[in-house]
Antibody, heavy 122, light 106 residues
């Protein structure tokens, strides 16, 4: 059974870079209707989809984060990554990596990692 | 920005039926999905494409849509169903989640 798991920096200083990686185990990173994405959750903003990257490496970013966000994929290593630059306290959240199903007008998140808590603080 | 509105909380007695609503402009023309999040756990997809249940999700979970309101229904609610439930939709402007409904089973 496919599983996702996040790893990376749990504490980041303001103005620095947040970096997370999502490992995919129990199978390969399939393409077709599936992309690979990131969602974060905080008490203030709830669930927020940051973006995703397709099997072919085409990213989608939430417009308000586009200038600070990079999502990349390495299919040979079965992982994908998130880099968020110039972080502030507002970026503190639990970050989930997810598998994104997209087919026509249907888009949903059918697999979630266990979540990685990230705190932005000096 | 696009918003999905959910009631903050719903209470139900064990064995009874719980209904959680999600409203949004033009939701009738978008697909809705629902997620269950138990305390200290990751969200789990329970409904997608308005009313389809992923494999492994109990049959007591169902959903429907009427106009711009989607409804998640849990029949014969069990103690283990106590959780927060989020609706989600998307269109060209992006992905939106509702603010969540805490379901209390007591």
């Amino acid at each position: 059974q496919l599983q996702l798991w996040e790893s990376g920096s749990g504490l980041v200083k303001p103005s620095q870079t947040l970096s997370l990686t999502c490992g995919v185990s129990g199978g390969s990173m399939s393409g077709g209707v599936y992309s690979w994405g990131w969602i974060r959750q905080s008490p203030d903003t709830g669930l927020e989809c940051l973006g995703w990257i397709s099997h072919g490496g085409i990213p989608y970013y939430k417009p308000s984060l586009k200038s600070r966000l990079v999502i990349s994929i390495d299919r040979s290593k079965n992982h994908f990554s998130l880099i968020l630059n110039s972080v502030t306290a507002a970026d503190s959240a639990v970050y989930y990596c997810v598998r994104v199903f997209r087919d026509g007008y249907d888009l949903h998140f059918d697999l979630w990692g266990q979540g990685a808590r990230v705190t932005v603080s000096s | 920005s696009y918003d999905l509105t959910q009631p903050p909380s719903v209470s139900v007695s064990p064995g009874q039926t719980a209904s959680i609503t999600c409203s949004g402009d033009n939701l009738q023309n978008k697909y809705s999905s629902w997620y269950q999040q138990r305390p200290a756990q990751s969200p789990v997809l329970v409904i997608h494409q308005d009313n389809k249940r992923p494999s492994g999700i109990p049959e007591r979970f169902s959903a429907s849509k009427s106009g711009d309101t989607a409804t998640l229904t849990i029949s014969g609610t069990q103690i283990m169903d106590e959780a927060e439930y989020f609706c989600q939709a998307w269109d060209i402007s992006g992905v939106v989640f509702g603010s969540g409904t805490k379901l209390t089973v007591l």
